[in-house]
């Protein structure tokens, strides 16, 4: 929900901090609970919740002018829970170890691990799928704290065989993550994924609730046939379809383009059809448009540099020929709602959805759908961002949200 306040608004003591809406009152905090804001309080405001039934809502702002996001909170939570936290995120590190499992006859993935070794364990599942893992996806989490452990997932990244798609479904990922956590001696761990990681993230917790100690999960994608069909058959492309200044080219024309008229009933076959093609220059050009099209979207404002990994062939092969294998599969799930149907397996898990507003890429209706049927969860709006982790308000809500586990944790021991 949006709450507006014109540029010339002061609060001050005469101003009354409470908003009255039926059965919520919102009571805004202190001005250091806003640090990304532009609306400074001029008088320190206690924190509190209200609210009749076990749910409430604190104002959270973020960095848009006047733009105000209502946030559940469960008042069941310690107190502690609503201190300052930390939500920079933290200078990277190198891992102290690497190494590559073997988990079936064909593919071999690799792993590391950084931060701290008696840490608390955290798996970062990755996103696509086809995505792989890079450095800066370490640097979420508090290496003193956590046992950092990264993998690539079959056939993306440094895991092989590159781009192979035989033996790699939902459910060959599911037991990897379980092979991996075998292979590290690890009795549980936190989830921690986006995108496509939520869906892996989400189907693992599932399948696994005993090993998991807690979630965050960003940009959530449910693998629906709706999701699908907003981004790759037109629906996403009514809010690209101009032409980037900085390389000449339209979003969604050139992922379009490439498809004969007569094939673009269902682009995601068509594009199966040529990413499957024994023509390697043929598998490459649809893995390039493919890939670009997505990397185009993935901000709310366009990013050069991630706009510019599409024209890594190696990377977009294994990208867009995974991805395309999983959404042509339908996930490998069992039905379009699975993912919803099985919350209830996961509903005890401390967990934290954090999604862009203007996230084109995974739409805000699947975390919203995912919200309504899982409320106990804390569901984050960044106001001012699209899909990817790295967006600011993104970035720091996913640094909070460790932080806010690794709170829990250390209560716990105490």
């Known amino acids: 929900m949006r709450l507006g306040f014109s540029p010339n608004t002061l609060l001050s003591p005469s101003f009354s901090s409470s908003l009255l809406l039926p059965s919520l009152v919102f009571t805004l905090s202190n001005s250091q609970l806003f640090p990304h804001s532009r609306l400074h309080l001029q008088h320190p405001l206690s924190l509190k919740t209200y609210s009749s039934g076990r749910k409430s ?3 959270r702002v973020h960095k848009v002018d006047h733009s105000i996001e209502s946030t559940p909170v469960n008042l069941m939570a310690p107190e502690q829970e609503f201190t300052e936290v930390n939500r920079n995120l933290y200078p990277n590190v190198e891992p102290y ?3 590559f499992l073997k988990v079936s006859d064909i593919h071999t993935l690799y792993w590391e691990q950084s931060g701290n070794p008696n840490g608390h364990p955290v798996v970062f599942i990755h996103g696509g799928p086809g995505g792989g893992t890079g450095p800066s996806n370490r640097k979420f989490f508090d290496p003193e704290f956590y046992r950092i452990i990264l993998f690539d997932q079959r056939g993306a990244g440094k895991s092989t065989p590159h781009a192979c798609l035989e033996q790699n479904t939902t459910w060959d990922l599911i037991d990897d993550i379980e092979k991996l956590r075998e ?6 761990w936190q989830v921690f994924g986006g995108s496509w990681g939520s869906t892996l993230g989400l189907a693992y917790s599932q399948s696994h609730p005993d090993k998991v100690t807690g979630m965050v999960l960003r940009g959530i994608f449910l693998l629906r046939k709706k999701e699908i069909d907003w981004f ?5 492309a009514a809010i690209f379809p101009d032409v980037y200044a900085f390389c000449l080219m339209s979003a969604w024309e050139s992922f379009r383009d490439l498809i004969p008229e007569n094939e673009r009933g269902c682009f995601v076959d068509a594009y199966k059809k040529r990413l499957n093609s024994d023509d390697v220059e043929t598998q490459y050009a649809a893995a390039r448009a493919w890939t670009k099209w997505e990397m185009m979207t993935a901000h709310l404002l366009p990013n050069e540099e991630n706009i510019k990994r599409g024209d890594d062939d190696k990377f977009s092969l294994a990208f867009a020929r995974i991805e395309n294998h999983y959404f042509v599969n339908k996930g490998f799930l069992p039905s379009d709602s699975y993912l919803l149907d099985n919350v209830d397996k996961i509903r005890h898990i401390n967990t934290t959805i954090v999604q862009g507003r203007y996230d084109v890429c995974c739409p805000m209706m699947s975390a919203w759908d995912l919200h309504k049927a899982w409320p106990e969860a804390d569901f984050k709006v960044v106001a ?13 809500e996913l640094v909070a949200a460790n932080e806010k586990l690794k709170n829990i944790i250390k209560n716990k021991g105490n």
Do not use: F, K, R, V
């Open 57 to 59: 809502a604190i104002i």
């Open 384 to 396: 001012d961002a699209g899909h990817s982790a790295n967006e600011p308000g993104i970035a720091a």
């Open 97 to 99: 170890s690497t190494g």
């Open 183 to 188: 292979h590290l001696q690890i009795p549980e």
């Open 232 to 236: 790759y058959e037109g629906g996403a």
